[in-house]
């Protein structure tokens, strides 16, 4: 495991593999984007830890108990690092991981998700491109709720959360007045109601 993970790590063309690389005859640690790697010849871990001593970032959103991953093959592990890599790198994937982290922790589950990138013409580069997630055939608490959601990550840290039917008429939708995660988080476990047309927000 602890070669075959070293080539692995090599092949990937970038400096900082080789910047804080450390290996004994049983373990290997790797920095990597502010992402740690740590394995033996059993399992690899990844994950982000800010009170590592050798991590330049605090992030707000996320830490070791919100990131970290055990592996015992190198694929998927090297997959899993490169995602934290954007996670510690971009707030719009900083904000993607921790609130669908967060949504299972407080018991909001959903049956699909789709993902994509969202912009505004003529100002549609990269860099200023929204992850946009609508997700849904949601339940909060193991209860059945008749409503979907958009949620959208912007590269200036702000989101924008809203509801819409479970079979929409076009352009429905109930925008959230919050825009922090937990805030938003929160606006979502105090409602009381199960329908959309319950939810007492104006349409936009």
């Known amino acids: 495991m602890i070669e075959k993970l070293k080539y692995a790590l090599f ?12 290996q004994t005859s049983d373990s290997i640690i790797v920095y990597y984007n502010n992402v ?3 394995a033996t010849n059993k399992d690899i871990s990844v994950y982000y830890d800010p ?11 996320i830490n070791k108990d919100n990131t970290i991953k055990s592996f015992d093959d190198i694929s998927p592990a090297i997959d899993y690092m490169n995602y934290l890599s954007s996670v510690t790198s971009d707030i719009r994937y ?3 991981h921790y609130f669908f982290f967060k949504l299972q922790d407080v018991g909001i589950s959903y049956n699909y998700l789709s993902f994509g990138l969202a912009g505004n013409y003529p100002n549609y580069n990269e860099n200023n491109l929204s992850i946009r997630c609508d997700f849904g055939d949601l339940s909060i608490m ?3 709720v008749k409503y979907n959601c958009i949620i959208i990550f912007n590269s200036d840290g702000s989101s924008r959360f809203s509801f819409y039917p479970e079979e929409p008429a076009w352009n ?3 925008i959230c ?15 009381k109601v199960d329908n959309y ?3 007492p927000l104006m349409e936009s």
């Open 197 to 199: 047309k319950d939810i």
């Open 142 to 144: 193991n209860k059945k």
């Open 177 to 191: 007045p919050k825009k922090d995660i937990d805030k938003i988080l929160e606006y979502i476990l105090n409602l």
């Open 36 to 38: 740690i790697v740590k």
């Open 94 to 96: 900083t904000l993607y």
């Open 51 to 61: 009170e590592d001593p050798l991590i330049s970032k605090n992030l707000k959103y």
């Open 11 to 22: 092949s990937i063309p970038d400096y900082d593999i080789y910047r804080r690389y450390f």
């Open 172 to 174: 429905e939708e109930k």
